[in-house]
DNA sequence: CTCGATCCCTGGACGC
DNA sequence: TGCGTCCAGGGATCGA
């Protein structure tokens, strides 16, 4: 499950891989997930990889404007335009060499200049991959809160403590913030000890100034160790993260709190689990937590 | 504004 | 061994 931290580590996988080269050609599978397919085999071939961006949970792969003089002028490509792309639960992009045998649920192939194709897998296509210019690129952008790791003080603050929505809600709204996903979310509340269905509105200030604190200690680490591999998350360069293993609370339901040997709870919050320490992270007056399950759960 | 429900989708875990 | 069921969850959407 990429988040911030995970899409920062393949952005920068990709960064040292693919930087300048150029798309020759453009292969397709399943294109329900792409937002119009035909733009990406129109306007891909012959652009240049400028840069590689991550943006919230999206990488950015800033593409030249078409060169040569094969292109016809007016096709709208004589502008910079940007290759979107959201890996979704299980998205996994990667240069490899074009003889390789495909991966199954392998939607998009980009042929390199070089002879690798870039390619993007996916098999529960929660993706999203859009071939924009510069303007609407820009008004979709715009939608999107925060950064995590820039974020001010009194932002965090002021983003937080005027709503209402419970503050695992808001860490998980990407118009609030950008790039927090569940685990993270989780994480960050166990360590600010706040309990996920606490409302934005209930924190103090020095809560919220906690949150922001471990949230962004969190996500730097989590960049550290390239990020967490829970269910198949690979790198640019096929490789997993490292970070799961320093969770302290996502998917630890059962097993003991790292700070107080309490056993790790759960409860859906905002529709999704949440998991926290029922002692350090006190519940909120009547909301419900799921009955720790009967099979008793692997070590840890 | 905020909530929950529903859908998208596949693979893995689990129960029988 | 195999089959059915549930669950995972980012995001869009819709109704309450």
Known sequence: MPELPEVETVARGLRRAILGRRIVSVTLGKTD???DPVALEQH????????????????????????????????????TASLLVHLGMTGQIAPMPSAQPREKHTH???LLDDGRE?????????????YLTEVPLAEELKEFGADPLEVS????????????????????????????????ADESLWRAKIHP?????????????KLRGTLQEILRRAIVMRGSSISDFLDAEGEPGEYQRHHRAYGREGK?????????????????SSYFCPKCQPTPQGFAVLPLPKKKAKRD
């Open 256 to 272: 003991a709190c790292y700070r107080c040997k309490t056993r790790i709870r759960r409860a859906i919050v905002a529709g999704r």
């Open 153 to 184: 003080d009194t932002e965090f603050s002021s983003r937080i403590r005027g709503r209402r929505a419970r503050i695992k809600a808001l860490l998980l709204d990407q118009g609030v913030l950008r790039g927090v996903g569940n685990i993270y």
């Open 44 to 79: 891909l071939p012959g652009r240049q990889i400028e840069a590689v961006e991550r943006f919230g949970k999206f990488m950015l792969l800033r593409l030249s404007a078409a060169a040569g003089r094969d292109r016809l002028p007016t096709n709208g490509d004589a502008a």
């Open 197 to 209: 269905a606490r409302l934005g509105m209930q924190l103090s200030k020095e809560q919220a100034k």
């Open 108 to 110: 998009v192939c980009l």
């Open 33 to 35: 997930f792409i937002d």
């Open 118 to 130: 870039l390619r993007y897998t996916d098999a529960r296509r929660f993706g999203r991959i859009a």
